[in-house]
């Protein structure tokens, strides 16, 4: 029988009560064909047609379907948030000084030093490859210097930074937990692949939060095309993202991609010797601003640790399991 859901929603109607698991218990999601997919996109980002790869948009406009109508429970708890000067919270953005003349170039000028990289010297990070930079703040200062990792006996320096206009940004948090309609009846043969949306969103969540070891930047790969992605095809384009702290549980970091946080400054240019380009007239400067007088030094004077505990028999081989979808 192709459609059961004619004969459960008739065996319910007749039921005093019903509860999911009065009678059944959930089973754990595991790897299966949302699994699959989600594996070929990143090894096809690592190891493939990394660029104008028809699978992966594919992959992605299934993810990120409807984002302007999806919403975690509310109008109010809408996946895409609007934040504007008036109402966004406060935002911090730290960086680690390892001499005295680091701090003295920071306190010389803030919003310069302390913002996003120039262009030239922009890294690989979780939202934007090399040469492209983006701005990576916090929603508390205690989570921006958290992030950084800094050793015992380090100095940081913090500074509040502020919008000078709106943005939208995509709430993970609340994307992970967003209303998607009525769940699928259990005896629905396809019940998987219809909550897997739900199940690989949570997964993503946690695969923007780990941060990537020095020499292993190209797992970045595919949260960066993900930014990519959303800053490009959807429409209106996303400006960036909201995403949980993995340093501090109760934390929230933002990240402003560079169409809004580092605008190109546009410049005329030389193709050849008979061919000069015009400059695009028109383009906005950054999104963010320094607040003056927020600036913050801060010598580490202790690290915290919380790890997960398992006994370990010598002598045996061990595997490190991956964890379930």
Request: charge should be negative.
């Amino acid at each position: 029988c192709d459609n059961v859901e004619p004969i459960v929603e008739a065996v319910c109607d007749r039921l005093d009560s019903y509860s999911v698991d009065t009678n059944y218990s959930k089973r754990i999601y595991r790897l299966g064909d949302i699994g699959l997919q989600w594996f070929e996109f990143q090894e096809g980002m690592k190891h493939g047609q990394r660029f104008f790869n028809n699978n992966a948009k594919t992959f992605l406009d299934w993810i990120f379907k409807d984002l302007y109508q999806v919403s975690a429970s509310s109008d109010e708890e809408a996946v895409v948030r609007l934040l504007t000067p008036e109402d966004a919270p406060r935002i911090y953005r730290a960086r680690t000084c390892m001499t005295s003349t680091d701090v003295n170039g920071i306190a010389a000028n803030p919003g310069r030093n302390l913002g996003a990289p120039p262009k030239e010297r922009a890294g690989d990070g979780r939202m934007n490859p090399a040469g492209v930079p983006a701005f990576y703040g916090a929603f508390e200062r205690e989570t921006c210097i958290a992030e950084l990792r800094p050793p015992v006996g380090g100095t940081v320096v913090s500074g509040e930074f502020r919008l000078n206009r709106m943005v939208r940004v995509l709430d993970f948090g609340r994307f992970e937990k967003a209303d998607f309609g009525p769940p699928p009846s259990f005896f629905d043969p396809k019940h998987h692949a219809k909550t897997g949306r739900q199940e690989l969103l949570k997964y993503l969540h946690n695969e923007i939060t780990v941060p990537v070891l020095p020499g292993a930047e190209r797992d970045y790969l595919t949260t960066q095309v993900i930014a990519e992605y959303l800053a490009t095809y959807c429409n209106p384009r996303i400006d960036g993202v909201i995403f949980k702290s993995v340093q501090q549980s109760e934390g929230s970091n933002i990240v402003l991609f560079s169409h809004v946080a580092c605008p190109i400054k546009p410049s005329p240019g030389r193709l050849q010797d008979s061919y000069t380009i015009n400059a695009r007239k028109g383009v906005d400067g950054p999104c963010v601003e320094y607040v003056n007088g927020s600036l913050v030094q801060h010598a580490i004077c202790e690290v915290k640790y919380k790890a997960a505990d398992e006994p370990l028999r010598e002598g045996e081989p061990t595997f490190v399991v991956a964890p379930d979808f």
